[in-house]
């Protein structure tokens, strides 16, 4: 009975959601709606069970880290957002989250954004017994990056043979990348379409097994 | 100043690797996602204030304003109930049911449905008519045409040229771009640490 009325309910929702292929209608809305409350239904009882209850509330009833009074204060602050007097109170939580995530990432981020994706990059081009695709690979990898970072550096007009010309491979070479992304998404989202699909000709209607 | 001595004591304990460092970086670790989680209250503030007077205003379309303030509220409850749908203590209660049964599926059909807006604007980049966007679709169709079965039937030289378009033009794409955002992640990192960047403070008490 649980496992019908479910399929029947997800499968409804299902088909309320794509009526919005046809025109925006009042299914489409309610289902849209609610699928914001419940979102944030979920998101504040997962909050709860996995975050503040057992490293924040459970600690401190037991007595065990009194220091997590300073977080919990910290993160109580952001309510006075709420109230305009005291809304200035609400920069505190904000400034450390930022302050200390912004050094925390610092050192991480320029070992793998940077140094790692500059040391990748920096390889021979010419490998002895290497498949001429796989050289071709290697010149396009080296001087295509080379070509799209002077594509985004705008400090300097795109003319002349460097500037020029490397912002015109640049801008070809990023375009590849973005048709690349593109047809991996489409193939993302076409595999949920068929999933959808499935179920309901599968589990909902049993036309398919 | 509580960024520039967060900000500061944070790449400092990198460099020291002493445990006071390490005791620095683990109370921020374990604090960090405290302090965030509790920003949710804002959250569901908002949509409470905003959806309220929706609500009290009978402003057009209030009655959808309902679906948002109800399950947000109900699902805390459910969650507390105890029991199970299918009898006894063991087993989904209302809250898993309106998770599996409702905010998945609708989730799960709202991005599928970008399968078909996706495909309008691949119609709609064709019209551009431009050399750069006959690169793209042509760079896509391969990539989505080495993904799958039907991409056999032409050749092994498809799904080879979709295989070489992901392993190296789009590399080189995505190096530089990864590039472009760790330069500027460490510049507007710097900016904030130092206070030279203060939009985030967001004018609270202005």
């Given at each position: 009975?649980?496992?019908?009325?479910?399929?029947?309910?997800?499968?409804?929702?299902?088909?309320?959601?794509?009526?919005?292929?046809?025109?925006?209608?009042?299914?489409?809305?309610?289902?849209?709606?609610?699928?914001?409350?419940?979102?944030?239904?979920?998101?504040?009882?997962?909050?709860?069970?996995?975050?503040?209850?057992?490293?924040?509330?459970?600690?401190?009833?037991?007595?065990?880290?009194?220091?997590?009074?300073?977080?919990?204060?910290?993160?109580?602050?952001?309510?006075?957002?709420?109230?305009?007097?005291?809304?200035?109170?609400?920069?505190?939580?904000?400034?450390?989250?930022?302050?200390?995530?912004?050094?925390?990432?610092?050192?991480?981020?320029?070992?793998?954004?940077?140094?790692?994706?500059?040391?990748?990059?920096?390889?021979?081009?010419?490998?002895?017994?290497?498949?001429?695709?796989?050289?071709?690979?290697?010149?396009?990898?080296?001087?295509?990056?080379?070509?799209?970072?002077?594509?985004?550096?705008?400090?300097?007009?795109?003319?002349?043979?460097?500037?020029?010309?490397?912002?015109?491979?640049?801008?070809?070479?990023?375009?590849?990348?973005?048709?690349?992304?593109?047809?991996?998404?489409?193939?993302?989202?076409i595999s949920l379409l068929i999933g959808?699909v499935q179920?309901?000709?599968?589990?909902?209607?049993?036309?398919?097994? | 100043?509580?960024?520039?001595?967060?900000?500061?004591?944070?790449?400092?304990?990198?460099?020291?690797?002493?445990?006071?460092?390490?005791?620095?970086?683990?109370?921020?670790?374990?604090?960090?996602?405290?302090?965030?989680?509790?920003?949710?209250?804002?959250?569901?503030?908002?949509?409470?204030?905003?959806?309220?007077?929706?609500?009290?205003?009978?402003?057009?379309?209030?009655?959808?304003?309902?679906?948002?303030?109800?399950?947000?509220?109900?699902?805390?409850?459910?969650?507390?109930?105890?029991?199970?749908?299918?009898?006894?203590?063991?087993?989904?209660?209302?809250?898993?049911?309106?998770?599996?049964?409702?905010?998945?599926?609708?989730?799960?059909?709202?991005?599928?449905?970008?399968?078909?807006?996706?495909?309008?604007?691949?119609?709609?980049?064709?019209?551009?008519?431009?050399?750069?966007?006959?690169?793209?679709?042509?760079?896509?169709?391969?990539?989505?045409?080495?993904?799958?079965?039907?991409?056999?039937?032409?050749?092994?030289?498809?799904?080879?040229?979709?295989?070489?378009?992901?392993?190296?033009?789009?590399?080189?794409?995505?190096?530089?771009?990864?590039?472009?955002?760790?330069?500027?992640?460490?510049?507007?990192?710097?900016?904030?640490?130092?206070?030279?960047?203060?939009?985030?403070?967001?004018?609270?008490?202005?």
């Amino acid at each position: 009975m649980y496992e019908t009325i479910g399929i029947w309910v997800a499968a409804l929702f299902t088909l309320a959601i794509y009526s919005f292929l046809y025109k925006e209608n009042p299914l489409y809305r309610l289902a849209e709606h609610l699928v914001v409350g419940t979102s944030l239904g979920y998101s504040m009882v997962i909050s709860w069970q996995r975050m503040i209850y057992p490293r924040l509330v459970l600690p401190l009833s037991r007595g065990e880290d009194w220091l997590l009074i300073i977080p919990a204060v910290l993160g109580l602050m952001y309510v006075t957002r709420f109230f305009p007097k005291i809304a200035w109170m609400s920069r505190y939580p904000i400034a450390f989250l930022l302050g200390t995530g912004m050094g925390v990432a610092f050192p991480y981020d320029m070992q793998a954004l940077v140094l790692r994706q500059t040391q990748a990059t920096l390889i021979p081009i010419y490998t002895p017994g290497a498949p001429w695709h796989e050289i071709l690979g290697s010149i396009v990898i080296v001087f295509g990056t080379l070509a799209a970072l002077i594509y985004f550096f705008f400090s300097k007009p795109h003319k002349g043979l460097f500037f020029g010309t490397g912002s015109k491979v640049g801008i070809w070479i990023i375009m590849i990348g973005f048709g690349a992304t593109f047809g991996f998404t489409v193939m993302g989202r076409i595999s949920l379409l068929i999933g959808r699909v499935q179920f309901l000709l599968s589990d909902w209607l049993h036309l398919i097994h | 100043m509580i960024a520039l001595v967060g900000g500061v004591i944070m790449i400092i304990q990198y460099f020291v690797p002493h445990r006071i460092s390490q005791d620095v970086f683990n109370y921020y670790t374990s604090w960090g996602p405290i302090v965030a989680t509790f920003a949710l209250i804002l959250g569901v503030g908002s949509v409470t204030r905003v959806h309220m007077y929706k609500i009290r205003m009978k402003s057009t379309n209030w009655a959808y304003s309902l679906a948002v303030i109800l399950p947000m509220f109900l699902m805390p409850v459910f969650a507390l109930l105890p029991g199970s749908l299918l009898g006894g203590t063991d087993g989904p209660g209302f809250f898993d049911f309106m998770y599996s049964r409702v905010q998945i599926p609708i989730q799960a059909t709202m991005f599928s449905m970008l399968a078909f807006y996706i495909a309008s604007a691949a119609f709609r980049a064709f019209r551009a008519k431009s050399l750069l966007a006959t690169v793209l679709l042509v760079a896509a169709v391969f990539v989505m045409l080495a993904q799958v079965p039907i991409g056999d039937l032409a050749g092994r030289w498809l799904p080879n040229t979709g295989q070489w378009i992901l392993r190296f033009p789009n590399l080189a794409a995505k190096r530089a771009i990864e590039l472009g955002v760790g330069f500027g992640m460490l510049a507007t990192s710097l900016k904030i640490i130092f206070g030279v960047e203060r939009g985030w403070l967001g004018g609270a008490g202005e």
